[in-house]
């Protein structure tokens, strides 16, 4: 994603054989046998090495000398700028002319460039050698929020610091801070604020010090500080309880609904005919007269599944993809926040959803699979097979889909599981809901959209 340079807002403020043990040290070639028998071998097992010659001696130098004068290029390629280039150029061009020609005015034009080159290369000198904390207030925004940052400089030299900038990048673009001369122990502040306006990860630094001339000629950087990265997460919306269906787990959450056989103990009560005899407590039936057995809560646990199709011939523009990223974050939020286990997946392999944070980190990294590893049919077998034991199956895709590659997706899913798809139109007007197979299909054209149309679901 692109941020422009205007995207950062500033506001400034100042402001050691082992003696000890007595045992003498062995060779350890004598120790595992593996001396020569004869000098022989001993004088074979050792290599003197050839001298170079003198044509690798020379070789070697120059391939030193070169590595060293290709990283001074680099230096002064660096630090020269495009203005900077054309001053330099101009100055020879000049000088050439003014002495072959033997124009004054020539000669005159080429020693004033070549002064302001001189004058401009002494801006170069000087320390920039702050303390530089970069500070973001939150790493991680939804689309359209601001992140807040701040930068601080300090001057921890015993001598003062001439005026420069600070170049803090972010994503493609990057913001300029104008520091001012700090003394020695004073330091300066700079916040700024990023705006959003699509889901990704920025990364916001490192933060470069920069010193130049105030023509723009040449110009020196040094990085200060690592990278940190801004989790852009996709647009999620509440939805009531997803109660598209549960499976007996004895590992699972103690539900409402009283049962005869669990692991969840939750009272005493009388016998009652088809009651197994091996529930029955025999300490009450001896104390009370009556025969009393135990009563459990059930323990239930869904298999959620999210599928999520990254397919570019399933959406019909960038929009739709966002909207369908949206949705599936919006139903696996809810699903987490109902304890149940949540298993995403796309095409490209499954996302890490253990909380809701990681969860989001996925979706904002998230891009377009390859059109080679197929589209919801493909996305719905690799559920088969690595959830078999999915209780709910949420297929989100685009408005690409057609009914029967929809029916076809249905169909490779595990057998008796509750199927939901969720199709992103950004067409329609209203959600709308329809029965393919066994799968209820819904179709929003916004993200608001889908909370109504989940209800109409449920009941």
Known sequence: MTTTPETLTPSRRARRGDGASGVPAVDAAAATGEVPSTPQDADASLVSPRAATRAERWRERAEVAGRTAGGFARTIADVIRPLGWVFLVGAVVLWWLALAFGWKELMIAAVVVSVVALVSIAFLFGRTTYDIDLDLTRTRVVVGERAVGGLTLVNRTSRTILPSEVVLPVGHGRGVFQVPRLQPGAEHEEVFAIPTTARGVLEVGP???????????????????????????????????????????????????????????????????????????????????????????????????????????????????????????????????????????????????????????????????????GGSVALAGAIAAHAPQAAVVVLVTGSKTDASDLRLACSRLPYGVRALAVVADGRVDAPALQRIAEADVITVGELDQLPRAVRKVLS
């Open 207 to 373: 933060v470069s010090v920069r010193r130049g001339d105030p023509i723009g000629l040449f110009e020196r950087t040094h990085d200060r500080r690592q990278a940190v990265d801004l989790f852009v997460h996709p647009r999620t919306t509440a939805l009531d309880g997803l109660s598209l269906g549960h499976l007996r787990d004895l590992e699972g959450l103690p539900a409402q609904h009283l049962a005869r056989d669990d692991v969840s103990f939750h009272a005493l009560r009388e016998y009652q005919p088809g009651d197994d005899l091996r529930h029955v407590h025999w300490k009450s039936t001896a104390r009370t007269g009556t025969v009393m057995v135990r009563q459990y809560e059930e323990t239930r646990r869904s298999h959620f599944v999210v599928g999520l199709s990254t397919h570019p011939d399933e959406y019909r523009s960038a929009e739709e993809f966002e909207l369908a990223i949206s949705v599936a974050g919006s139903v696996g939020l809810r699903a987490l926040r109902d304890s149940r286990i949540l298993d995403a997946r796309t095409q490209g392999g499954p996302l890490r959803s253990l909380s809701p944070r990681r969860f989001l980190d996925e979706l904002a990294q998230l891009g377009h699979s390859r059109p080679r590893e």
